[in-house]
């Protein structure tokens, strides 16, 4: 008797475990999620100046930063700060020349914990990768950049070798920033 009592009792718990599984399974966990991974944005940018380049490692990734101006549409664009990520076996960006006709496509993702400033980026005030001089490798043809118009941070955006689509050449309307 004790034992058909025990067998009905562990009968009636899993199939109470069976229904509560069913009910509260993976599709109620899925509403709970708060963060969504984010999306790449399809960019064209022209580089207007190299601001840094890491020393290229045998084992590690490293990266190059660069003043770029984004083209928004077609007679529109802004200055952006493009880190470009690359492994010791891809290509650097600046490999293919800076040149201010070359239209680079790639996809990037806005990375706002890297905005800066122009004059934070030409100066050693910021983070330990700065030289105390300031280096910006300017690309043939580009418009020169005035540090002291451009006060509002230049938003980041992250790339790497990978998201790197390709470089077009194309042809350029002065501008002056």
């Known amino acids: 008797m004790k034992s058909s009592r025990i067998g009905v009792s562990v009968i009636i718990s899993l199939m109470l475990l069976v229904v509560v599984g069913t009910l509260c399974g993976p599709k109620s966990a899925e509403g709970e999620l708060r963060w969504q991974t984010p999306k790449k944005e399809e960019m064209r940018v022209r580089l207007i100046a190299l601001a840094w380049s890491h020393p290229r490692s045998s084992f590690f990734s490293s990266e190059e930063v660069f003043i770029a101006e984004?083209?928004?549409?077609?007679?529109e664009s802004r200055l952006v700060?493009?880190?470009?990520?690359?492994?010791?076996?891809?290509?650097?960006?600046?490999?293919?020349?800076?040149d201010y006709t070359t239209v680079h496509e790639f996809r990037a993702l806005r990375d706002p914990?890297?905005?800066?400033?122009?004059?934070?980026?030409?100066s050693g005030e910021v983070g330990d990768w700065r030289q105390s001089q300031p280096n910006l490798k300017y690309s043939s043809d580009a418009p020169a950049l005035n540090l002291e118009r451009h006060r509002s941070p230049l938003p980041c955006y992250v790339t790497s070798a990978d998201d790197y689509t390709r470089p077009v050449h194309d042809s350029v309307t002065e501008g002056s920033y």
């Open 113 to 122: 914990a890297c905005d800066e400033t122009l004059s934070q980026m030409n």
């Open 70 to 75: 984004k083209q928004l549409s077609h007679n």
């Open 81 to 98: 700060k493009v880190v470009y990520e690359f492994l010791p076996y891809q290509p650097r960006l600046s490999d293919s020349g800076l």
